[in-house]
């Protein structure tokens, strides 16, 4: 299983057939009002495998790096499994879509990026900008 | 396309993966989260109902 591809959006909403309502298509900016600030991104992530690999658990790893390319706090990781669905002709490549949030602690602003990682595939990476904007005083 | 119904959340403050429901509900991951590869066809409204 790869990752085809990732990107940050606003908003992700699941539908009841399965697909994804996505508004903010690459909102890769977030702003902060002070530092260390707490913040949370969304994610769809394209998972991609050749039919053989159908029903296979692999893992989906996820790390956050900050401006100096270190590591936010170490990897975490969910199990997953896909499986082709009824409708998947034979031979046709599987393919699924995830949505996923990310909540963590941001200490200094800058470039910052999510990086994504199936199995021992590539690591997939998301940039990202957090930018602090102090609130004006009144 | 992804027949999962939630979303998987990676908390780095509290160290968990789990995953929260279109009303905002978080559930405890299961041991390992299930992917279709594409939806099953949409019904339409001129499909006959099932006797």
């Known amino acids: ?138 | 396309v992804t027949q999962v119904t939630d979303t998987i959340r990676f908390d780095f403050i509290e160290r968990t993966v789990d995953l929260i429901t279109a009303t905002g509900e978080r559930k405890p991951l299961p041991g390992r989260v299930e992917i279709a590869s594409s939806p099953a066809p949409a019904k339409r409204r001129s499909d006959p109902e099932p006797d």
Do not use: K
């Not at chain 1, 990732?6 to 908003?11: H, L, M, N």
């Not at chain 1, 702003?31 to 991609?48: C, E, G, M, N, Y």
């Not at chain 1, 896909?82 to 949505?99: A, D, H, I």
């Open chain 1, 1 to 138: 299983v790869r990752i085809d591809y990732a990107f940050p959006a606003r908003t992700i909403e699941m539908l009841r057939d399965g697909s994804l309502a996505v508004m903010g298509v690459e909102t890769s900016g977030l702003t902060v009002r002070s530092l260390p600030s707490v913040v949370q991104i969304s994610l769809v992530v394209a998972l991609a495998a050749p039919p053989t690999e159908a029903g296979q658990e692999f893992e989906l790893r996820a790390s956050i790096l900050d401006a100096a390319l270190d590591e936010v706090g170490s990897p975490l990781s969910a199990m997953m499994q896909l499986n082709p669905s009824p409708v998947t002709p034979e031979g046709w490549e599987l393919r699924g879509l995830v949505p996923v949030r990310a909540r963590f602690e941001v200490r200094s602003a800058g470039p910052h990026s999510a990086e994504l990682r199936c199995g021992e595939g590539r690591s997939y990476s998301v940039p990202f900008f957090i930018t602090e904007v102090p609130t004006p005083a009144t």
